[in-house]
């Protein structure tokens, strides 16, 4: 069974502009979340997504964050436009049913720099 | 305890030495804890989840027990290997569908 798949690997950008992660989950997950990951912090919820129908978005600074995931498969996370305290690892993660004790399964995650 | 909090925050140990973290979490909204390793340039990878008082998991040359009342869960590894070198997260997930981390506790192994 194949993981779940991220892109970038890593991006370097400067701040004030625009840069968009890509993220494709296990096959038959219902659920997709992004998380970051702040250098000597935890990984923090941005989005939970069911289907393509966002169940939590409560942590999104939704001034400069977007995310969507069309057909309920794949799923995009922008930042428009990054500041600098947006350097972080970006988190995929993927689920059956997002519920109960359902394990997550992470991507390989993007390390973002912005200068 | 209003978030997770993970102890120590590093650890460096000799290979063959055994090794403990603590992770504390509230636990009057406890729902199920999660224990993850994070090796570096690789996906966190799922070791446990634990959802009743007492219990205990084990996996190769790691267990792990948890405490619902108290709101703690010890990760133990016997005879550290370098390949063990990691970061260790834990989460709680809260109603049922709401992962909190800790902040992680980092482990390398010397040879």
């Known amino acids: 069974e194949a993981g779940v798949a991220q892109s970038p690997r890593y991006k370097i950008i400067e701040k004030r502009q625009s840069v968009a992660f890509w993220c494709n989950p296990i096959?038959?997950?219902?659920?997709l979340y992004w998380y970051q990951q702040i250098l000597g912090q935890g990984p923090k919820l941005l989005i939970q997504?069911?289907?393509?129908?966002?169940v939590d978005d409560s942590q999104l600074p939704k001034d400069r964050f977007s995310a969507e995931r069309l057909k309920g498969v794949d799923s995009t996370l922008k930042i428009q436009p990054a500041k600098l305290e947006d350097s972080a690892v970006y988190l995929c993660?993927?689920?059956?049913w997002g519920q109960g004790t359902d394990t997550q399964y992470f991507g390989p995650g993007t390390r973002l720099t912005v200068l | 305890i209003l978030n997770v909090e993970q102890s120590p925050q590093s650890l460096h140990v000799q290979e063959g030495d055994s090794t403990n973290f603590t992770c504390s979490f509230p636990s009057s909204n406890f729902y199920a804890l999660h224990w993850y390793r994070w090796e570096t340039a690789k996906s966190p990878e799922a070791l446990f989840v634990m959802t009743l008082n007492g219990d205990e998991k084990k996996k190769g040359r790691i267990s792990a027990t948890l405490n619902t009342k108290e709101g703690y869960s010890y990760l133990y590894i016997k005879g550290s290997q370098p390949e063990d070198s990691a970061t260790y997260l834990c989460a709680n997930m809260e109603y049922g569908n709401k992962l909190v981390f800790g902040a992680g506790t980092i482990l390398r192994v010397k040879s």
């Open positions: 096959s038959g997950h219902a659920t």
């Open positions: 993660a993927s689920s059956h």
């Open positions: 997504f069911q289907n393509n129908g966002v």
